[in-house]
């Protein structure tokens, strides 16, 4: 008998819909706002130090990234920020949280055709209001069985995710562009893992690829991704 994949789950952002251009584009724009203080490059340097201490204070996402923000203008300037300033801080990143949801090109068409086949699962991590917030505007929301948005993606959170989903690890599969998020925890529970790179990656989201492994993919686009789930039923 023959047992495949029974559930895909699937990262949000970078996965589904554009993200990391947004922070990209934030950050440059922040950069000019402090560019009397210093230059871009102490200021990237200042802010990733910020957001490394921050992450296990705020989590993920906007709000913190805002915060980060202004933390770093505090310091860059020593104390010397101004108010008005501040509040042009606050409106880049009131502006990230309404951008409007960009899908990645495919998504319309693959997970709808997935969810057909597979129960779907959404992992994300970030805002919990923001990222509902973003599902709900990528006419996305129905197709999913289960929504996870979540502080952190590591082992233990896809344990319980797999247990509350009642699916064998070997039945799992995850797809995301994050190889520390979404690739190597699911591999240690003995998942399988989907690799779907873009174009850019966040410093504090890298990690190097696995080696060969038996339960691990690199594709290019998620065109390809129903194919390769296909072929994935294992004699049993
Ligand atoms: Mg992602």
């Known amino acids: 008998m023959a047992a495949g994949i029974e559930v895909v789950a699937l990262d949000g952002d970078d996965t589904l819909w554009h993200n990391e251009g947004f922070f990209a584009d934030t950050q440059a724009r922040y950069c000019e706002l402090l560019a009397p203080w210093a230059s871009g490059e102490a ?3 200042a802010m990733l130090e910020c957001e490394r201490r921050n992450l296990e204070l705020f989590g993920y996402g906007v709000k913190g990234f805002m915060l980060s923000m202004i933390e770093t203008a505090i310091e860059l300037t020593a104390g010397k920020v101004s108010a008005v300033e501040i509040q042009a801080i606050l409106e880049l990143g009131k502006e990230m949280i309404a951008q409007p949801v960009e899908l990645i090109e495919g998504v319309d068409e693959v997970v709808p055709s997935l ?20 599902l709900a505007r ?8 289960r929504v996870e948005i979540v502080a952190e993606k590591d082992r233990a959170t896809y344990q319980r995710i797999l247990a509350a989903s009642g699916v064998e690890p070997e039945r799992f599969v995850m797809v995301g562009n994050s190889v520390r ?5 699911v591999l240690e529970l003995g998942a399988k893992a989907v690799h779907v790179p873009y174009h850019l990656t966040w410093e504090l989201e890298h990690a190097e690829p696995p080696a060969e492994h ?10 390809v991704l129903p194919d390769l789930l296909g072929r994935l039923a294992t004699p049993g």
């Open 138 to 145: 990528s006419g996305l929301a129905e197709l999913f069985e």
């Open 214 to 223: 038996d339960g691990y993919w690199e594709i290019d686009s998620l065109h």
């Open 181 to 185: 998020s979404d690739v190597l925890p």
């Open 43 to 45: 200021i990237d340097a």
């Open 115 to 134: 969810a057909e086949t597979y129960r779907l699962v959404l992992v994300t991590k970030g805002d919990l209001f923001h990222q509902e917030s973003k």
